[in-house]
């Protein structure tokens, strides 16, 4: 009797796990979609892979797709199944494909898992207003003594090194000195090298303001969360100009 039970369930377990392929409408939801704090995987063959963290809490799905339209997705196995709320099918913006799972926007990756937009150095142009930014909310943090706000837009791996208090405690010197960064952004930076994505897919961009007061020379990191690049690190100095040389 325990073993033909045990049999039954086995076989409920088989029967439960299988999966059947997308249909030719479906397919477009196929791939591999992330945020900063969630990835969904959705394979042609009709499973589903879910892992997110929000609230200090975390969550994961993993099992066969039971129903897949553009108002939701089910899976799961038997009576154990999770429901995801969708925003409607796919939609491409700004070049990116866009799938809204419970109200959070997933941008799908390439091949190689990561999104077009982070394997890409920005111009420029897009450089200019993301540094410039960056170093005001900075300066912001450092003259008010609070990086609370600096860090609610830090990248979640900024978030999870140093606390907001930490970080004030590492530009406490500049605090103490009055030092307003503010006051050296005169003008445009000049990159000081060629900005470049390192082995760890982080945007490194170091460059200095020379029309300020002194000269404020960084070094910045950023991750690539959806949809924007999110400070990893930074690292700022101030020196005076440098005297000219003696004439004659």
Known sequence: ????????????????????????AQRPYAGL??????????????RLEYETARDN????VSGPIQHLSAER???????????????????????????????????????TGRLAAASQVPSLN????????????????????DFSAFMAR????????????????SFASFADQNIDLRQYMVGDFVL???????????????????????VLTFQLGYLYAPPAW???GVNVNVEPHAAPAPSG
């Not at 979609?33 to 009709?46: A, D, F, Y």
């Not at 809490?57 to 994961?60: C, D, H, K, L, W």
């Not at 897009?126 to 943090?141: F, H, I, K, T």
């Not at 000081?192 to 002194?214: C, H, K, S, W």
């Open 126 to 145: 897009e450089l200019r207003p993301l540094v410039a930014d960056n170093l005001d909310a900075l300066g912001q943090a450092i003259v008010s003594r």
């Open 73 to 111: 997705i089910e899976a799961g196995i038997l009576f154990i199944t999770a429901e995801f709320v969708l925003d409607g099918p796919p939609v491409q913006r700004d070049g990116a494909w866009v799938l809204v799972v419970d109200g959070e926007p997933l941008y799908r990756a390439d091949q």
């Open 57 to 60: 809490a975390s969550m994961s």
């Open 230 to 232: 999110k400070p990893v």
């Open 192 to 214: 000081t090298a060629e900005p470049f994505i390192d082995e760890n897919g982080a945007l490194r961009v170091q460059g200095v303001y020379d029309e300020g007061p002194g």
């Open 33 to 46: 979609w992330k945020s900063e704090k969630t990835t969904l995987l959705i394979t042609p063959t009709g």
């Open 154 to 169: 830090s990248s979640m791996a900024l978030q999870s090194q140093y606390s907001a208090e930490e970080m004030m405690q």
């Open 1 to 24: 009797m325990m073993r033909s039970l045990a049999m039954f369930l086995a076989g409920l377990l088989v029967l439960g796990g299988c999966a059947e392929p997308l249909t030719e």
